[in-house]
């Protein structure tokens, strides 16, 4: 039996609608990265694509330690006044392997995409794309919320990729996307679609009452680079808009009532580089009026490279807001001052009502943690809740 967490402090009661939130992934302890890395090796050499340990359930050393180290990372999450948890996506290789792990046919897609820094460095990563007929072997993110609800009471997400995540590949190949495995994309595309729907209502079954989408297409459609790309492949900024949009709400389409589903609006997280900048300003008018999440995290922690407060005109009535302005790419910690100015410069915008506070992105999109060693990171997670205190106030438990 799973052993549940127990505290007896004012910040272990939650607020809601949420005001301090972590993205999702937190940095592994050197021992388990160790052991996850040894067991991704091997999964490697044995030709197996996915994350180790949703790939091989032979090796309990690791699902144990993984076990230990989520109760207490959740324990310090809720300790450190974080209204919503996470289980530090510790079980995944990549954030995205609550649906890669989930799905053969799936393969590694040859096209490139190129990571960058302020600097000018650059670093390769490869997206995956589909290379046979999609079949569904599993629900790893069933298991993670089952897991979570086992051991605390307190409010966790379970993060999905978005379904306009693979718009990205789409957008890169043009009618050659999913070629030979389906008759066109749009049958191919719709089939991802139908799969991760199954696999978002099989963890709400399992207790997750917040389901996040990370990582839509929608920052590549505001980025020159990205665009060029795309319209050699034969797209357009405006047909991939449309084509996001139906996707990221076909996913929402008969989710029960009392399940809060919100947007990560990631520009890419690999270290200190990312892979799309520029201001939303373009698509955030429709973005904000026709998606119906009831939440969007948009990354704001490099105002110079992702523009200003001023597209927050555009939110609709109700929904929230939640300003990333906690870098996860530098170990400088913010100060609770500079994050309460930026607060109220967005408020002159939305109401406050409608904001939060949360990190820009994760803080371990990949098992390859960012530049931040764990206890910088918790002392940037306190920061967030203590200035969500400042703001919004505490509720009492």
Not at 207 to 223: E, K, M, N, S, T
Request: aromatic share 8%; glycine share 8%; proline share 4%.
């Amino acid at each position: 039996m799973s052993p549940t967490i127990e505290l007896d402090r004012a910040k272990s009661a939650s607020r809601w609608p949420p005001r301090a939130e972590v993205v999702g992934s937190l940095v592994r302890s050197p021992g388990f990265r160790e052991a996850v890395d040894r067991q991704f090796a091997q999964a490697k050499a044995e030709c197996r694509v996915g994350s180790a340990q949703e790939q091989d359930s032979s090796s309990p050393d690791v699902t144990t330690l993984a076990d230990e180290y989520i109760v207490e990372v959740v324990r310090r999450q809720i300790a450190t006044g974080l209204d919503v948890v996470t289980d530090g996506e510790f079980r995944r290789y990549s954030f995205d392997s609550s649906l890669w792990d989930a799905v053969e046919g799936f393969g590694t897609d040859p096209m490139p995409l190129v990571f960058k820094n302020g600097a000018g460095e650059e670093a390769v990563w490869h997206a995956n794309i589909i290379e046979g007929r999609l079949r569904r072997t599993g629900n790893p993110a069933a298991r993670d919320a089952t897991f979570l609800a086992s051991i605390t009471d307190h409010p966790f997400k379970i993060t999905f990729p978005a379904g306009s995540y693979e718009v990205l590949s789409f957008g890169m190949h043009g009618d050659d996307y999913a070629k030979g495995a389906y008759a066109d994309p749009d049958e191919a595309l719709n089939h991802v679609i139908s799969i991760e729907k199954e696999l978002v209502e099989g963890a709400i079954d399992a207790g997750a009452r917040y389901v996040q989408f990370d990582y839509p297409v929608y920052p590549h459609l505001v980025d020159p680079l990205w665009l060029d790309a795309y319209e050699v492949a034969g797209q357009t900024r405006g047909g991939l808009l449309d084509r996001a949009i139906s996707m990221d709400n076909a996913v929402l389409e008969g989710l029960p009532e009392g399940v809060r589903t919100a947007m990560h609006i990631c520009r890419g997280n690999l270290g200190d580089k990312w892979l799309a900048e520029g201001s939303l300003e373009p698509i955030a008018e429709r973005m904000f009026a026709e998606l119906r999440h009831d939440a969007f995290l948009l990354e704001w922690d490099a105002p110079a490279r992702q523009g200003g407060f001023g597209l927050l005109r555009y939110a609709r009535k109700g929904v929230m807001i939640v300003l990333g302005l906690v870098s996860t790419k530098s170990s400088d910690v913010e100060s609770e001052d500079s994050l309460l100015r930026r607060i109220e410069e967005a408020s002159q915008y939305i109401s406050i009502d409608q904001l939060a506070l949360s990190s820009q992105c994760g803080f371990s999109s990949s098992a390859v943690d960012n530049e931040i060693d764990e206890d910088t990171q918790w002392r940037k997670l306190e920061v967030i809740a203590n200035v969500a205190d400042r703001v919004w106030g505490r509720a009492q438990a």
